[in-house]
């Protein structure tokens, strides 16, 4: 990922990445221009897993064509699988183990 960040913050700050080790940029100031990147940065794109090209403009323009067409846009990217683990069934996954090993059953 650090290749990622030393080429966003070149481009969008004119920021060597080397300067951190050189001691001459503090890892607040990185912090922030990290935080600040815009979203079509590469480490914004990395993170959110988007195809590259594919920014929230692109996304409504693709909209609009599927409203007026009626199709989809062949280039749109296809939705990846939703996860269908939630953060309330693994807990409930556990509770259920948890049972069984002592045991107990509700009554």
């Known amino acids: ?4 960040v030393e080429a966003d913050l070149q481009r969008f700050y004119g920021v060597d ?3 951190y080790w050189r ?3 503090s890892i607040r100031r990185l ?3 990290i935080h600040h990147l815009p979203p079509e940065s590469a480490c914004a ?4 897993k988007t195809e590259a090209g594919w ?8 909209d609009l064509y599927h409203a007026f067409t009626g199709n989809p846009h062949p ?6 699988a939703a996860n269908k683990s ?4 693994t807990l409930r996954a556990a509770l259920e183990a948890q049972r069984e090993r002592l045991g107990t059953t509700d009554t």
């Open 75 to 80: 280039a749109r990217p296809k939705p990846e």
């Open 55 to 62: 920014d929230v403009h692109a996304y409504l323009l693709s």
């Open 86 to 89: 939630t953060r309330y069934s």
């Open 23 to 25: 001691g001459e940029l």
């Open 1 to 4: 990922m650090s290749d990622v």
């Open 45 to 48: 794109r990395q993170l959110s």
């Open 17 to 19: 990445f080397a300067d």
């Open 31 to 33: 912090s922030v221009l």
